[in-house]
């Protein structure tokens, strides 16, 4: 018998090893096939599309394949900021561009700066004499603040325009910890540093409270500022201050009373929108009825590389979550991120070295890798810019040190300035099960961190005592990096957040600018002619193997429209739950995540859209809570 099971599992491991061959050579051959797929042939005119279903990042995450293949992740569709850029610029000096259209049906929206950077992408279209338009279902901030830059604004007669601010409710966890008898052991330095509240209160403390008042306000501002210098006519303030009576004023039509308030310039539905579009881009040669000449955006970004002559600018990207080691696209792992900066420096060819950064922090001692990497940097004589995106805030802010000259915009979430760690232990759930744990000890560290008994004094003495440590190592940095005494980094530390404008006010960053206004500033400090210095970016490369995959998962055009929003009240709805999946995604990072981190949790709570990722994030939250 032993014969026999010998032979059936050898003739098993036979079979599954052909499987296994048979799948490889099919994905190789589907893989060659459409890799050498004919490229796109582009229109010789027509209007630009840009269909922005999903959100717009600074750079796109690269998601786990197979948690796409097996549905366990969910596809959230991700533009590019710099792409998007570029082919706004392009299209303003292109003959082939007759308009450009703005479709926001299914926007999920973006960071505040980001949108913001968009828009003067926008502006720069305009600027060159040429129409844009925008269509949507619903508006909401996010979509509205794009949509304010067009020349035309549409809205579906059914659908409507909610304009709600930044803000909002919070998550707190200490009520279910206690009732679940686990412990978080909390150690922090900053009176502002509430990344850790939702763990040890229930509700915000005065001083969280005010901050985040102080940060949502100048948001609010910055946002109010930007559409009303782009749509001056419109009544926007007696809109937002009394929409109801907006409404009523307009028969309870909230179309109508977006229209009445100039907020909108046009009502019809997609038929009336297209056809407007092709008495202006020209007919669809398919000859569709109500439909145009369109350029899809993806095609038009591809045939429209990025400078690849010129006096190289290196621009490293530093996106998302700061962890430790090696980490995918849309995560700045430390080891990754200063890998590729130390490769790209013993190349020899950048002139200068602008950091972008759009990240909440993390990892403190990722942050320092990739802060120590920026450092080499200027060591080796070249100038360091940091431009800062939508976020970059404590661990963000601790990489930016080692810049000359920091720019930011106004609606740029900074600051944050202070450290914590956190540990949760399970003695409580123990005695709740009926559980004890006991053992023996040779030093008064032995079997530190006690998980199941409780942390000793010593090691709460010892955790303290590190996280202050490095807040000094970060206050001290922020003085020298700044040229401010150490007592006043003191003053507009503590954990607190800031606003690009206020930032700036305080002399966190020098000033306003783009990234390609920091690229600019980088070759000047080089010597370097700004109008022929080109960007060389630093970043990791999505394989073509992940590239095929997400082709192959990513929704087709029908599946996109399909699963477009609906009306305003569709998009009111959608914010709170991506508002929960962001908090529990966020505090899953927390808790497993490094011990003593440097991040700014608050950040994500003023308006930051869910990133792939975050919905099994906060399902694995919830199994841990329940095991």
Known sequence: MKLVRGIWKLLVGIKDALVLVAMLIFFAALFFALSIKPNTVLPTSGALVVDLSGTLVEQPADTDTLGLITGKDGFTRETRLRDLERSLQAAATSGAVKAVVLDLDAFMGGEQATLAAAGKAIDTVRAAGKPVFAYATGYSDDGYLLAAHANEIWLNPLGGVILVGPGGSQLYYKGLMDKLGITAKIYRVGTFKSAVEPFMRSDQSPEARAANQALANALWASWQADVGKARPKAKLAAYINAPAAAVAAAGGQMSQAALRNGLVDKLGDRNAFNSRIAAIAGDADDGGINDFKAIPL??????????????????????????????????????????????????????????????????????????????????????????????????????ATPAQHIFADPATITGSIGAFGILPTFEGSLAKLGLSADGVKTTPLSGEPDVFRGTSPQFDALMQGSIEDIYRRFITQVAQSRKLPVERVEQIAEGRVWAGASARQIGLVDGFGTVDDAVAYAAKLAKVDPAKARPLYIEKQLSPWKQMFKSLVAPNEEGEQATRRGDAWAIAAGRPERTLVRALADAQRILTG??????????????????????????????????
Not at 596 to 616: K, T, Y
């Open 298 to 399: 993806e095609d038009w970004a591809a045939a429209h590389p990025e400078r690849s002559s010129g006096p190289a600018i290196g621009v490293l990207t530093v996106a998302g979550d700061i962890v430790d080691g090696e980490a995918p696209s849309g995560t700045a792992g430390g080891w990754t991120v200063s890998n590729l900066l130390l490769d790209e420096l013993a190349r020899k060819r950048i002139k200068a070295l602008v950091v972008r950064i759009d990240s909440p922090g993390g990892s403190v001692t990722g942050a320092e890798q990739i802060r120590s990497a920026i450092a080499q940097a200027r060591g080796l004589g070249l100038p360091v810019v940091v431009s800062m995106g939508g976020l970059a805030a404590s661990g963000g802010y601790w990489i």
């Open 594 to 627: 490094a011990t003593i981190q440097v991040r700014c949790l608050e950040c994500a709570g003023m308006g930051a859209p869910p990133r792939p990722g975050d919905e099994s994030a906060a399902r694995r939250l919830l199994a841990w809570a329940m095991r």
